[in-house]
Structure formats: C-alpha cells, structure tokens
C-alpha cells in the first residue's frame, strides 16, 4: 500500500477536502516483502486467530477437551500397537512418552498446514473487498494452532512424570524447536495455500499428502533406526530435525548427528525463504483469481 498526499492547487471549496490519495498497487520487486506492514494489522491478526479459536470450540460438546482427547487417544492407539505389538525400538525410553513427544509437534505442524493451506480460498469474500497484507491468513493458523500445542505439551509433562522421565537442562533448548516447528509450518503453509489459489485440487488433497507425510517423518519410530548413509536424505523433511529435537530436550535421547540436523534446519530456512518469495509474488493475482 503506497500512501501520498496531494495538495490541491484549486480554491473550489469542492476540492478543499481532498488532500489526501491513497493508491494500492502491487509490489513492484519480488523482495519488497513490505513485513512492517504487518505490524500495522496486528490487531486484525490477533482478531482473526482469535476468532478461529472461538468457532472452534463454541459448540462442541467437550469444548477444549479434544486438545487433550486426540493427542492421548492417539498415543494410546500407538502405544499399543506399535510399543507392544510390533515392539518399536524407542530409543530406550518408555513408548508413550517417547511417541507423544513426537505428536506434539506433528498434530501442531499438521493442524496448522491444514487451515493455513485453505485460509486463502476460505476467506475469499475478505480478499476481493478488503485489503490487508495477504500474509496474515497463513500466519492466523499459526498463532491458532499455539493453544492446542500448549494444551499437548502440559499432557507431555503429565505423561513424563507418570513414567518417571526427568528433564534435563536440554529443556532450555526447546523454545527454538517450538520458533523451528512453527517456521516449518508456515513454510509449508505459504507453498500450499498460494498454490490452493490457483489450484483447488490441492485443498482436496491435503489430508491425504498429511496422512503420508506422517509415516515419512518419524513419529512411531525413532530416526537412528535409519541407515546412515540415508539420514541426509531423511533430513529433507523438516519434520524430521524438529520431532528429534523435541524427543532430545524432552527425553534425553541420543543427541543426533550435528551435521544432519544442520543440514535440516537448513532445510527449513530454505523452504521458508523461498515460500515467502512465492508467496509475496503471488499474492497480487489472489483477489482476481479466486
């Protein structure tokens, strides 16, 4: 939004009035990501979010419950399963703890690439009549998705303790894999939502893409039983530094490897550097394509 005044040069009392023109226009460089602006909405940023959270859970039954349903049901399921069943190695820990660890961030990752790759198209009727930095729609299910994962984690400590896992000072590490959790998914966010724009298949198709991704990142197994010489491969997804970083500072697993968690956090840098670029580019058409 470029803003500039123009005094009126007419002594018509008709013409008084209009000292001020403001003109909207699309970025002209793809770099000129204009972030500043977002501190300008904050308001309407934290509205939306919480908004979201209020229809969420304004006639439900269990209300916040299921914060605390699903990720408990889940680790059960997957306990019994795959900790007793099939016997999982779980780096030496208990599985419950061990599994849950890794659905924390998954169930946040995974909640928030599923609203924030729709919040374009959903909010439609906002984009053609209103403007506001683009940005903030993806970004909403981010700040959404904070109160879930905020609720999982107090069950995670509940979990700990009933299993008898202690902490250790790694736990002064764990804002950053939260900030690098966060990141991953409003990395993936910018991607999916830009390209749901233009091409709805991919709104369809996200449940499906997170049902498989799950299986791809190590939530019910742990990353050491991949082979060495795959693990950079593996570091490709980003959910894979996260949820070892989590199960690290919380359980005290077996720290990995400093060059492949490198490799993955930069993954993650890329991944979101580059969506932000597409994103920005992109966001000119979205009022005429949707």
Known sequence: MISFFVQSRQESPLMSNLTKVTVIVPHNHWLNLNLREL???????????????????????IGIGWAVFQPVVSMVVFSVIFGNFLGVDSDGKPFAPFVLAALVPWRYFSTVLLQGSTSLVQNAPLITKVYFPRIILPLVAVIDGLVDLAIAMGILIIVMVIFKVTLSLKILLLPFFILLAMMTALAVSFWAS????????????????????????PVVYSASVIPSEFDLFFRLNPLTTVIDGFRWVLLDTPAPDVGPMLFGIAMVGIIFCSGLVYFNITQRAFADII
């Open 194 to 217: 830009a390209i749901n724009v233009r091409y709805r298949d991919v709104g369809q198709a996200m449940p499906f893409i997170i049902q498989i991704w799950m299986y791809l990142s």
């Open 39 to 61: 501190w300008d909405y904050r308001e309407l940023l934290l509205f939306l979010a919480w908004r979201n959270i209020s229809v969420r859970y304004k006639q439900s039954i």
